[in-house]
């Protein structure tokens, strides 16, 4: 089971630096035999397969079209599904079928693709409203792709039309109905599972869909024999992290005389096209406003502070990027205005707890602390209840480590155990949490676990927020280990454009202005943990 498909197709773009998508349109020009008896299902899978073959190296993913493979009956769609499971399960495959029914018949339809065909996507009409899309959505590990404004030449005439995005207001104002679209697409898109289909043959289209729906993947066909523009494509339709985009190529990779050496010069003219847009955009980048700016002067942070920030952050590992990417795509992260547990106001707020419903997530989360852990030396770990319970349990599986737990409250009836799982009086525990503000739940564990005879010297945890936790749990002895620190991760999300020059500087004046005192007592107030 993978995170989800949006977060599939960053990590595979980031893998193989690619931004193509491979169709796999087996027309029947293509599978004429020289016998010249009619094409067969087996003509349409060896040649896909020698397209895959080709160019599995480069591809971010692959697109077959269902129509040619249903063209040739029950075994042209034997064929389909043979071919997608064939394809290895990191690529993601979307299934262009251009769905679009009533809810009972789409769920019937979502079966089919990701059941029987073991697509990862599928393409869609969105026309029919948002109930005939969500039966697609069940599984946060698929994908779709609404079609707004396709490349084919007849798309404008109901596509391009001015409607009202208000229903019943007759002097509301009018927009083209991709735009509407798009915008739609945005309200549905609760989990980051919607991208939209866009043609490479109008790129002037295509900053009114980013703009409509910043966040979106944008599927854009066109590109090649439909004469679409790669380079005013990719320059449109990147988002600012410089991804968010699948150049979608079918005859011009399966008709050229080399496949494999097509798809490679393809790759080569969008990484080139993507390093113009990035030299383009670092000389006209907006610079923060001049209020964030002061408001950041206002609160400059403590020397204690900087120095957990540990000065100027360099960038994070692929591994470490990947996994800071997907918080923000669990919504384990969400930002806008949070009273946390101490009663200080944030902007930002981390819900570690869903790490527990995405198990890949999860698992790239616990291979984080294992590394982390690798310097220490203890006996055993100790979670603590409830968010470090699911965390501490992956990194013991992840890291073949015995595991023990102080329960929040003592049991009244069995062992009245106040600490579950084996350990042994002078054992060291090393104690593992989701994140670190205060320090209090730590600091409220320790008794528990020293009293039981059991040594404390480190806590871990995947995101130290800087508001104090490390200064309060040193003076206990405890030694605070973080696989990221919030800095860490505000400075990675703005410069991969996943959030704004204004919110990465609200959050850093928030941290500037935390008091990080490590006199307060452990039973005062305190978030997590």
Not at 47 to 73: H, I, M, Q, S, W
Not at 140 to 161: M, W
Request: one cysteine or more.
């Amino acid at each position: 089971m993978t995170l989800s498909f949006m977060h599939r197709l960053a990590t595979r773009a980031r893998a193989v630096d690619s931004l193509l998508c491979v169709g796999l349109d087996p027309h029947d020009e293509d599978l004429r035999r020289d016998d010249g008896a009619p094409a067969t299902a087996d003509d349409a899978l060896a040649f896909c397969r020698a397209l895959v073959a080709a160019t599995r190296d480069v591809a971010l993913a692959y697109k077959p079209n269902a129509a040619f493979f249903e063209a040739l009956g029950a075994d042209g769609v034997a064929a389909l599904a043979t071919l997608v499971q064939e394809i290895e399960p990191e690529i993601p495959v979307i299934l262009d079928a251009k769905r679009g029914d009533i809810a009972s018949t789409a769920a019937a339809y979502a079966t089919a693709a990701y059941r029987r065909i073991g697509a990862s996507a599928v393409t869609l009409h969105p026309l029919l409203g948002q109930d005939s899309v969500s039966p697609f959505l069940q599984d946060r590990d698929r994908g779709v792709f609404l079609l707004c404004r396709t490349s084919n030449p007849g798309a404008a005439e109901l596509q391009n039309l001015q409607v009202s995005a208000s229903e019943g207001h007759a002097d509301a104002p009018t927009a083209p109905l991709y735009q509407v679209i798009a915008e739609t697409a945005r309200r549905w898109d609760h989990h980051g599972q919607i991208g939209l289909v866009v043609g490479a043959t109008v790129p002037g289209v295509i900053p009114t869909v980013r703009r409509a729906f910043p966040e979106a993947w944008l599927l854009c066909p066109g590109v090649g024999a439909q004469g679409g523009d790669l380079a005013a494509t990719v320059g449109k339709a990147l988002r600012p992290d410089g991804l968010g985009l699948l150049v979608s190529v079918s005859r011009g990779i399966s008709r050229a005389a080399d496949p494999g050496a097509a798809a490679a010069e393809l790759v080569a003219q969008v990484r080139q096209a993507r390093d113009t847009w990035a030299a383009h955009r670092s000389a006209t980048e907006t610079p923060v406003s001049a209020e964030v700016q002061r408001a950041v002067a206002q609160v400059r942070a403590p020397a204690s502070l900087q120095a957990s920030a540990g000065g100027p952050q360099v960038p994070l590992s692929p591994s470490l990027a990947a996994l800071a990417d997907g918080l923000l795509d669990a919504s384990c992260v969400q930002l806008g205005s949070f009273t946390l547990k101490s009663g200080l106001q944030s902007p930002i707020y981390l819900d570690l707890r869903r790490l527990s419903g995405h198990p890949q997530l999860l698992a790239h989360a616990a291979d984080a602390y294992v590394r982390l852990l690798r310097p220490l030396t203890f006996d055993r770990l100790a979670a603590l209840p409830y968010a470090g319970l699911p965390i501490g349990t992956a990194v013991a599986l992840r890291g073949n480590l015995p595991l023990c737990f102080p329960r929040k409250e003592v049991k009244q009836h069995g062992m009245r155990a106040a600490i579950e799982g084996p350990f042994a009086e002078g054992e060291t525990a090393l104690v593992i949490d989701d994140l670190a503000t205060r320090g209090t739940s730590a600091l409220e564990a320790l008794p528990k676990l020293r009293s039981a005879g059991l040594r404390v010297r480190d806590l871990a945890v995947l995101v130290d927020r800087e508001s104090g936790a490390r200064a309060r749990l040193a003076a206990e002895g405890v030694a605070l280990h973080a696989v990221f620190t919030l800095r860490q991760l505000i400075t990675h999300w703005r410069r991969s454009g996943r959030i704004g020059a204004d919110t990465a500087a609200e959050v850093e004046a928030f941290l500037a202005a935390s008091d990080p005192t490590p006199g307060l007592s452990t039973t005062a107030q305190g978030s997590k943990p």
